[in-house]
C-alpha cells in the first residue's frame, strides 16, 4: 500500500529515468566486472532483469527507474556468477524483450533490439521456481491479489517489484509459487502473476451498468499481516470521486479504509462484481502537516474498466457481470470475494 501525500509530494516519489546508472546484481554481493544492457527496442523498458543462464526464475528488478529507449544499464555482476546471463526488459506496452545465453566475457554489451521483442506469454518461463517461502529471506513484504483468469492473478506492480521470489496463499491455505509477471503497466500500478496451481475461481468485472459517486463498495484483503490476524479483511465505504488525486482519471476515491497490505485487492460491487483495484491511500501525516487537517478515509482504486483493459492487452477475457437488479448483503460479498482473493509474500 502506497500512502500517498498531496500533489508535489506524489511528483517526488514518482519513479525518474537516470541517464547511465548503475546498480548491482542481484546475485552480487561484490563488483568485480561489468556489462551493459542497452535498450534499443524504441520503447521505455519499465524493469530490467539480468540472471545467469537456466535459471528458473528472473530475480528482482534491477532498474531504479523506468529505462528510455537508447539508454544504458551496467551491471556489476559477481566473478563468481560466470559468463553466461539471461536477460529481459519489460517494455511499456506490457511485451517483453529477452535475450538468452549471452556470453558477457565475450562481449560485455547486451543489446536488445526490435527483433528480441515477443509477447509476454512466451518470455516467461513455463514452470513457477521452484521451493517454499523461505522463514530466512532477508526481507519480506506483502499485499492482496485476486484471481482473474486460469492460473492468472492481478494485483498492482507495487507489491511484486523488486522481489527475488513471490509466493501467493490461497484461501484453502495452499502455498503456490508464481512466476515473473506475465505483463505489468507501471502506470495504471496493475502487474499480472501466472501462478499454476488453481488458486482460486475468477472474479467477474462490473460490465454495466456504470459506476456513480456514492456507490456503495467493498474492499477485501490482507492489512498489516503480522500485527492483525492472518485472515481477509472485509470494509465497506462508498464511491466518493470518479477520479483519483490529482484529477487521475483511471482511478476512483473511496472511503472503504485500506490499509497497508490491502494494496492489490479487489474493490467490489454490492453484486459482486469488481470494480477497482485497491491502489493507495491519501498521507494523513503530510496533509495534517501542510494542511493543518487531517484527512480521513482518502483512499484510491484503479478503475475496474483500466483493469480489464489491461487483461486484454495481455490475451485475457475477464470474466464480466451485470450489475443491476437486487444487491447482496456485504457478508454475501465477502464470501465469493473470499475464494478467489488471495496472500501475497514477496521475498527480498
Known sequence: MHPLPLRPALMALALTSTLGFSVPDALAQQAQNRFQIVNRTGQQASAVYAVRSGRPNWGG??????????????????????????VRLVLADGREAVLRNQDICANPRAVLEPASVRAATEAAPTQPAPGRPNPQARAVSSGTGFVVATDR???NQHVVNGCDRVFIR????????????????ANLDLSLLAVPGNPGPALPFRAEPEIRRGESVIAYGFPLPGLLSSDPKLTRGEVNGLNGLANNPTQYQISAPVQPGNSGGPLLDLHGNVVGVIVSKLNAGVVSQRTGDIAQNINFAVKGTEAVQFLRRAGLTPAMGDSRGTERSAADVGEIANRSTVFIRCEL
Open 170 to 185: 490461497t484461501a484453502d491455505g495452499r502455498m503456490l509459487p508464481a512466476v515473473p509477471p506475465a505483463r505489468v503497466d
Open 61 to 86: 528488478n534491477l532498474a531504479p527507474g523506468p529505462m528510455p529507449t537508447d539508454k544504458a544499464l551496467t551491471i556489476r555482476p559477481d566473478a563468481e556468477a560466470g559468463c553466461r546471463f539471461d
Open 153 to 155: 492473478v492481478l494485483t
